[in-house]
């Protein structure tokens, strides 16, 4: 197992920069997510580590070993690509060896690989199929089975379900997060995607901009974001971050969870915008003023359009963030009407 370690590592092109001083640990053995939106340098990052990029600035090391400036093949990595990158015109098979052939391994060998890596992705009875004759999760599987084969103690994997509909995704994260562990190798993932972050992740590098926003446990993003931004991003629906100076005073920010927030005959005085029935609960938006707060309540919510609510919520699930820089303040002063 190999531990990888970023320290102040930068790409740019030019005046833009891609990634901006980043510094981050993953775990041997451990499974790190960079996630983030689209452009934030997550994937870009994940492509420093591989020797794909050259560094601008800093240093990549992994297992301890300075790898900077050695190239993909000298890091002892794997690596699995959105894309899959299948060969059409080879089988399973000759996909998942075409690696251990290029490097030269024995036949023998070769055979003893395959037979495991097979029987580990349920693939033993596909091995004589062409790409093209496989369905989107049996080719992810060709894709990882490629990866594996390969025994490098570091994988490395740039947002590999995005191709996959809603319940193949659900189910190779379970299976990827099963192999990680199985197999005990580290790996970084990258994806836009916080369910895929929060269900797999020992460890999640938020990043916006090509810098690192928070980096976290899931539940540690989830319960104290360091920041405006991550609260907003992680959260189904995400957090409500507003503006309340009656109730926060000046210069702050508001952050409430929408499953903090309960509806009754105490707390602040709103107004119902909209109700959103998803079946196990509803979204219901309340306006306070000119701002809107969404609620998440279990089962269906029947409130009409227009309805006078009260809006109340827990001292203990209230964030504050400055309003000037997004940073993370702590409640500990927080006004008593925080607790309405």
């Known amino acids: 197992m ?48 591989a020797g794909l990029e050259t560094v601008s600035a800093g240093r990549v090391l992994i297992g301890g070993t300075d790898v900077t400036e050695l190239p993909p093949a000298r890091r002892g990595i794997a690596m699995v690509f959105q894309s899959y990158a299948l060969f059409p015109h080879l089988s399973v098979a000759e996909n998942i060896l075409f690696g251990l052939k290029v490097r030269g391994v ?67 994260r379970r299976e990827i997060r099963a192999l990680q562990r199985k197999l005990g190798i580290t790996m970084v993932y990258v994806t836009h995607d916080q369910t895929e972050a929060m269900s797999m992740a020992d460890q999640v590098v938020l990043m916006n901009n090509g810098r690192i926003e928070q980096n976290a446990t899931p539940a540690e993003l989830y319960a104290r974001p360091a920041t405006a931004f991550a609260a907003r991003f992680v959260g189904t629906p995400p957090m409500n971050v507003v ?68 809006l109340a919520w827990d001292r203990d699930h209230t964030h504050l963030f400055n309003a000037a820089d997004g940073r993370r303040v702590e409640p500990a002063s927080a006004p008593a009407t925080l607790a309405a």
């Open 2 to 49: 190999s531990a990888i370690r970023l320290h102040d590592v930068t790409k740019a092109w030019g005046t833009a920069r891609a990634v901006d001083g980043v510094s981050f640990e993953a775990a041997a053995g451990g499974f790190a997510v960079l996630l983030g939106p689209s452009g934030c340098g997550k994937s870009t990052t994940l492509r420093l580590i």
């Open 243 to 310: 503006s309340l100076p009656a109730i926060t005073g000046e210069g702050l920010l508001l952050g409430l969870r929408p499953e903090h927030i309960r509806l009754g005959t105490e707390g602040v005085a709103a107004t119902v915008a909209t109700v959103e029935y998803l079946g196990a609960d509803s979204i219901v938006a309340c306006r306070v003023g000119e701002t809107l707060l969404n609620a998440r309540l279990p089962g269906r919510a029947t409130f009409a359009t227009g309805a006078a609510v009260r």
């Open 106 to 172: 024995p036949a023998t060998e070769r055979g003893e690989r395959l037979r495991s890596t097979a029987d580990l992705l349920g693939l033993s009875a596909l091995l004589e199929r062409k790409p093209s004759q496989l369905s989107g999760g049996q080719q992810q599987r060709v894709a990882l089975g490629r990866a594996i084969i390969a025994r490098a103690p570091v994988c490395l994997m740039d947002e590999p379900l995005s191709n996959l509909d809603a319940q193949l995704r659900h189910d190779m």
